[in-house]
């Protein structure tokens, strides 16, 4: 009678070797590192958004204002400070320049979330005209 199974001098075991579980470790290691940057990088960007989003709105509302009041500033820095719709304050710099089109002039304007104006948050450049 033949049998199927036949014990062997070298004994079979069910597992997983020391380097199989070391290399599991380590490409488990990566994508957590991975996950752990991408979740940092995301609420980076979300944390920044949030500060940027109060001073786009005061942006707008400048801008908006420079068009009703026909303002018509000379040319240089102009500065000044307006409460933005979440009555968050934002500090502004406005630097005129003359264009080749005499009725025309371009400013950048810069904002900042602090007073002293040191680290410039969002910039944009407009361009103003004065009433006709």
Do not use: D
Not at 21 to 28: P, Q, R
Not at 43 to 62: D, G
Not at 79 to 106: A, D, H, I
């Amino acid at each position: 009678m033949k049998t199927l199974w036949a014990p062997s001098s070298h004994a079979h075991q069910a597992g997983f070797t020391l380097l199989e579980v070391m290399l599991a470790l380590l490409i488990l290691a990566l994508i957590a590192t991975i996950v752990s940057q991408t979740l940092h990088q995301r609420t980076e960007i979300a944390l920044t958004e949030r500060q940027r989003l109060p001073l786009i709105q005061c942006a707008r509302a400048l801008e908006t204002e420079f068009q009703l009041t026909h303002y018509w500033p000379s040319t240089g820095r102009h500065e000044g400070q307006k409460t933005g719709g979440q009555r968050v304050p934002c500090y502004w710099r406005l630097k005129v320049s003359n264009t080749p089109v005499k009725r025309l002039r371009r400013g950048k304007l810069t904002l900042f979330a602090e007073p002293e104006r040191l680290n410039p948050v969002v910039s944009f450049t407009l361009f103003l005209a004065p009433a006709r």
